[in-house]
């Protein structure tokens, strides 16, 4: 058998005839940007998630960029007070480099076990120049954001929340992109809510912000040929935003089967050489990945390979380590760099079949070091 780690061809296919035929509406209509289908995304998306506003950009980079930009043209922070950014050491690299494309420092900040930022270690590196947290949903998990909208208040800090992997999570009866100030969605083609390229929104509640956020991503403009900001073009074309709104409605089933199959691998695997941190509490994470973890993680991955199963690392260094950020001191962030060395992560398309998990989990079984 092969199991490839996630098979975006089947993907896409279980979406016809309707894709084609939305690919198709885009083309006839002959308008690609700024028209009724991004509209009506940005509405959808943003019921969806239940906050007031939305804005389509060109990929989550940018979506996370351009609210860190809009924040620091409404508060009016200047790039000489080198304001600060609290950010996870393990994460995708893009939760730092947006922090520092708009022209402030990523402070970075180890996990706890459950593999997100944790909050009694954000206190210890809050200074004067904090500004903003920005917690990573990462693997599909929400963060604690109790605990961290309390140090918010106490210390006057916005959230900013990374949801690039965490479309459709819940944390105490909302969704995440509704939990702070703002937040940034990808639609990467692999994320659980896919475009056929890139994509990304920010969503937010606060009016202000949303407008900044439209100005920015439109050269600065809020009319045309009107420039007051410094801006730059990030945009969502209209052909993904037909795209997605059509996957949007099977996004809430997907993560269901996600959650299924991961209650399967939480039940059956057993393996003393590896641990599953997810093994119990399924519900909490709409698992954009399945992380294992192992001290034996080259032979494990090739034992899989062997038997046709492919896996991902996510990620095999931590954000502190990468030669972008080695002028940021040496730290040591004891959990982000042993997940960094023994993470592996597990096919979880909402598209495998039975028979295809259940080989899965018979080869991690018979798995020996
Ligand atoms: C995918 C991802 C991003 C960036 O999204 P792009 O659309 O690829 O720019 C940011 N943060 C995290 C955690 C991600 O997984």
């Known amino acids: 058998m092969r199991v490839p780690y996630y098979d975006l061809s089947r993907i896409t296919q279980s979406f016809e005839p309707e894709l084609s035929a939305a690919i198709s509406r885009v083309t006839q209509s002959g308008w690609f940007l700024r028209g009724e289908s991004v509209k009506r995304f940005e509405k959808d998306f943003s019921d969806f998630i239940g906050v007031r506003h939305c804005i389509g950009t060109g990929n989550g980079l940018?979506?996370?960029?351009?609210?860190?930009?809009?924040?620091?043209?409404?508060?009016?922070?200047?790039?000489?007070?080198?304001?600060?950014?609290?950010?996870?050491?393990?994460?995708?690299?893009a939760s730092a480099l947006a922090v520092t494309r708009a022209g402030m420092r990523p402070v970075f900040c180890d996990v706890g076990e459950d593999f997100l930022l944790d909050p009694y270690q954000v206190e210890a590196v809050i200074t004067p120049q904090t500004k903003v947290l920005l917690p990573v949903h990462l693997y599909g998990k929400t963060c604690d954001m109790q605990t961290l909208r309390a140090l918010a208040r106490q210390y006057n800090l916005k959230i900013v929340e990374d949801a690039a992997q965490a479309h459709g999570a819940f944390y105490m009866g909302k969704h995440a992109g509704n939990l702070g100030d703002a937040a940034a969605f990808s639609f990467y083609p692999g994320k659980n809510l896919g475009a056929l390229g890139d994509g990304g929104a920010v969503v937010t509640n606060d009016g202000k912000l949303a407008e900044m956020v439209r100005i920015l991503a439109n050269y600065g403009a809020r009319e045309k040929y009107t420039h007051e900001v410094m801006g730059f073009n990030s945009r969502l074309d209209e052909i993904h935003a037909e795209v997605l709104s059509l996957k949007l409605k099977r996004l809430d089933e997907d993560n269901d089967r996600r959650r299924q199959i991961a209650k399967r691998y939480g039940e059956e695997v057993r393996n003393s050489h590896i641990r599953l941190p997810y093994?119990?509490?399924?519900?909490?994470?709409?698992?954009?990945?399945?992380?294992?973890?192992?001290?034996?993680?080259?032979?494990?991955?090739?034992?899989?390979?062997?038997?046709?199963?492919?896996t991902l690392i996510h990620y095999p260094t931590a954000i502190h380590l990468q030669t972008v950020y080695s002028d940021h001191g040496q730290k040591t962030f004891r959990n982000s760099e042993r997940f960094a060395a023994e993470e592996l992560s597990l096919p979880i398309s909402p598209l495998l079949s039975d028979g295809e998990i259940q080989y899965i989990i018979d080869n991690l079984n018979d798995y020996k070091p």
């Open 62 to 93: 940018d979506a996370l960029t351009l609210i860190l930009l809009a924040m620091k043209e409404l508060e009016g922070w200047k790039d000489e007070e080198q304001i600060e950014v609290i950010v996870p050491a393990f994460t995708f690299i």
């Open 279 to 310: 093994r119990r509490n399924v519900q909490a994470s709409v698992f954009h990945i399945y992380p294992i973890l192992t001290t034996s993680r080259d032979k494990l991955q090739k034992h899989m390979a062997n038997a046709g199963i492919e």
